[in-house]
């Protein structure tokens, strides 16, 4: 079987994924997935990266990606999935991976954001407006009422701003200040979130900045948020954001299975930074596999 983007579309559900996230991240804490970490390849003469991700955890299967961050034009982003069969290892079905990336991505943010943003919270702030902010604006929509919305991003925030119905911000600064969620969806090597800029009570999901050297993040925000991940060994790894940090205090499986503790109080700031783990593309690839054979 073999499924291009338009017949993933048409399996895949924003609203079926995210409960699908919670459970492979609780596999992943409890230590029922096998999955080495990420093998990336540099193409330094083109600015890309090719990445590895096998994962077993129930399904089977591997993701092929490539990241090409100043791509313009085209995606970002490039996968292909495979899933075998665990018990004899026949190839099952090859699958585009762009979208999936794109879904599972916000979908585990709001996985986080259901278990850490305070139930009140009703202002998001996007920093961002790619495939991830429109994403992130789907899945975060599903777990929070948002009362009020605004977008920063260097060029398209007016243009993503009008189309999905919500403000666009001046600056990032305005975007994010007195925000009870915040998303850091860009591409930047350096930070553009700052602590400064943070209220109590605050939860931030970050996604970007999938390598050792590269921060979106500022210090303050480092020492001021509780910092949760998907993996403690790929977080520590590959974000330069943890790395910086120098500590993990939870792996949101871990507060899916009440094995560690979530928010204690309204007024703590709580991070929840993103690199991306193999099992999130496995699991959500044997979704859409088994919605098209109509299971």
């Not at 983007?5 to 048409?10: I, K, L, T």
């Not at 919670?22 to 080495?36: F, I, W």
């Not at 020492?223 to 993990?248: F, M, N, P, Q, W």
Request: aromatic fraction near 6%; glycine fraction near 10%; hydrophobic fraction near 45%.
């Amino acid at each position: 079987m073999i499924l291009d983007e338009g017949a993933v579309r048409d399996l895949l559900r924003m609203e079926d994924l995210i409960p699908v996230m919670a459970r492979a991240l609780a596999d992943l804490s409890s230590g029922k997935v096998v999955q080495p970490v990420r093998v990336m390849v540099p193409i330094a003469e083109h600015g890309g990266f090719l990445g590895l991700m096998p994962a077993y955890g129930g399904a089977l299967g591997a993701k092929l990606v490539t990241f090409y961050p100043n791509n313009q034009g085209v995606p970002t982003h490039h996968a292909v999935i495979v899933l075998f069969r665990p018990e004899t290892g026949e190839p099952l079905v090859t699958m585009d991976g762009r979208l999936i990336t794109e879904m599972r991505t916000a979908a585990v943010s709001a996985v986080a954001t259901k278990c850490l943003a305070r139930p009140e919270a009703s202002v998001l702030g996007i920093l961002g407006s790619g495939v991830q902010a429109r994403s992130h604006l789907e899945a975060l929509r599903l777990v929070r009422t948002f009362r009020e919305i605004r977008v920063w991003s260097p060029r398209n925030a007016r243009a993503f701003a009008k189309r999905f119905g919500i403000r666009a911000a001046a600056s990032a600064a305005e975007a994010v200040r007195g925000a009870d969620v915040i998303v850091v969806a860009t591409t930047s090597q350096t930070p553009v979130l700052f602590g400064e800029w943070l209220s109590p009570g605050t939860h931030i999901n970050a996604v970007g900045a999938p390598r050792p050297t590269w921060r979106e993040l500022d210090d303050a925000v480092l020492r001021t948020a509780r910092i949760y991940v998907e993996l403690r060994d790929a977080a520590t790894r590959e974000s330069g954001d943890v790395i910086a940090a120098g500590r993990v205090d939870a792996e949101i499986g871990e507060v899916v299975t009440g094995a560690k503790r979530g928010r204690e109080s309204a007024g703590e700031v709580t991070l929840f930074k993103s690199v991306g783990v193999a099992i999130e593309d496995v699991a959500t690839a044997d979704l859409v596999y088994r919605k098209a054979l109509g299971a």
